[in-house]
């Protein structure tokens, strides 16, 4: 089941937003999320805003009408901006956003550059599932514009993927990874999940021998978290399955990012690799640092100026809004400068360049240098070199504990 919305003030029936807000709009890049909702299946680990076909059996919600709901929303949205910047990034997420075949995603993509534009060199992303995916439609969606695409691995052990519920077949995903190469795409991600109750370190090897072999130039590896609500959560509480235990998270957490770096694909977020500055993930480098993105469709959070709101959540209700000429958003908060410190610190840590020491108060300065003297932060970053200043950057055991360096920062 999907997993439930913040809590927030009410949201303005048209969607406005303060004047302080969009006075700061084109000064850093700009960013569109879409929000795909739907998937043929749900996987036992996935609490993501998604629903199947059997789930939307009695709603009037369809691919057809979110397309609409979404077209409104983008016109909404120029609106609400003003004048709006061309997106300098693009990602269509989900859900299943292969659902919708390569001319959907080319109607999606349209929408974009109508209500928006797209800047010159823009960065075009769409996820995938390999199942619905083929040359035909990764030359459809080149074509259409689309310059990176990001693909569902998880991995390539056939029980681990029992495990996980996923339906594709355990080659697949690297072979449609090659097959995106050769369509013309530069950029590929493939995502893994690590730590899946059964999983042995052969397992793992055996995945990212695949990744390797598939030739992307991007890969995301997440732990592997059980979410409230979902049929993995059920299963291990039922005892069927041992919950993931830490130790051996850290321990697979450590096999992928030593593959990886062998290979030349380096870490510059604590969950991506990339085999250089070219290939990272300019979308989501922009939430990292805090910047503006618009999200559409359902569910979809936006940020911009401070301003923060999520979209109600069912696909029929985000229809139903957009067509009586409402705005789709539930609710959002403004947020404080002591809000907008802890998400810099938060996010900017989890970066390879890390976060810039004068950013922290003087305790928490103070902290960081008992940081490097535990071997969390990086004590060569953190004195500056070169005449640069000095920067809070984890070190590979720092990765294995940001959140507890985040607490004692903030």
């Not at 947020?335 to 907008?340: A, C, I, Q, S």
């Amino acid at each position: 089941m999907p997993s439930a919305l913040p809590d927030g003030d009410a949201a303005p029936a048209d969607g406005s937003l303060p004047e302080s807000a969009r006075s700061g709009l084109g000064r850093g890049p700009f960013g569109v999320y879409v929000h795909v909702p739907f998937c043929a299946t749900r996987c036992g680990y996935c609490d993501f805003n998604t629903y199947t076909a059997a789930e939307l059996t009695s709603s009037p919600a369809s691919p057809r009408s979110w397309l609409e709901g979404l077209r409104r929303e983008l016109d909404l949205a120029a609106s609400v901006l003003g004048t709006p910047p061309p997106a300098d990034t693009v990602f269509v997420g989900g859900g299943t956003p292969s659902l919708l075949g390569d001319t959907g995603l080319a109607e999606v993509l349209d929408a974009v550059r109508t209500s928006f534009g797209l800047a010159t060199d823009a960065e075009v992303t769409t996820e995938s599932n390999p199942e619905s995916t083929s040359p035909a439609f990764f030359a459809g969606i080149r074509a259409a514009g689309y310059t990176r695409v990001s693909l569902g691995m998880q991995s390539a052990a056939p029980h681990v993927l029992a495990v996980l519920d996923r339906t594709h077949t355990p080659g697949r995903a690297a072979a449609a990874a090659r097959e995106a190469r050769a369509a013309g795409f530069d950029h590929v991600n493939l995502d893994l999940i690590y730590g899946t109750p059964g999983e042995r370190a052969d397992d793992l090897a055996t995945s990212l021998d695949a990744v390797l072999a598939a030739g992307v130039d991007h890969v995301s590896a997440y732990a592997l978290i059980v979410e409230e609500g979902t049929a993995l959560a059920r299963r291990i509480a039922r005892g069927d399955l041992p919950e993931p235990d830490d130790d051996v998270l850290a321990a697979r957490y450590e096999q992928v990012d030593a593959a990886l770096s062998a290979a030349g694909l380096h870490w510059y977020e604590v969950s991506n690799w990339a085999a250089g500055p070219a290939a990272w993930c300019r979308h989501n480098l922009g939430y990292w640092h805090g910047a503006d993105w618009w999200g559409a469709g359902p569910g979809a959070h936006s940020h911009v100026g401070g301003v923060r709101w999520w979209n109600v959540k069912h696909p029929a209700s985000y229809a139903r809004a957009l067509a009586e000429g409402r705005s789709p958003a539930a609710a959002r908060e403004t947020l404080t400068d002591e809000d907008r410190h802890l998400e810099r610190v938060l996010l900017e840590l989890r970066l390879v360049d890390g976060l810039v020491i004068d950013a922290l108060t003087p305790p928490a300065q103070r902290e960081a240098h008992v940081l490097a003297d535990e071997g969390l932060l990086d004590p060569a970053a953190l004195a500056g070199v070169d005449g640069r200043f000095g920067r809070c950057v984890l070190t590979p055991r720092g990765r294995l504990l940001a959140d507890a360096v985040v607490r004692r920062l903030t």
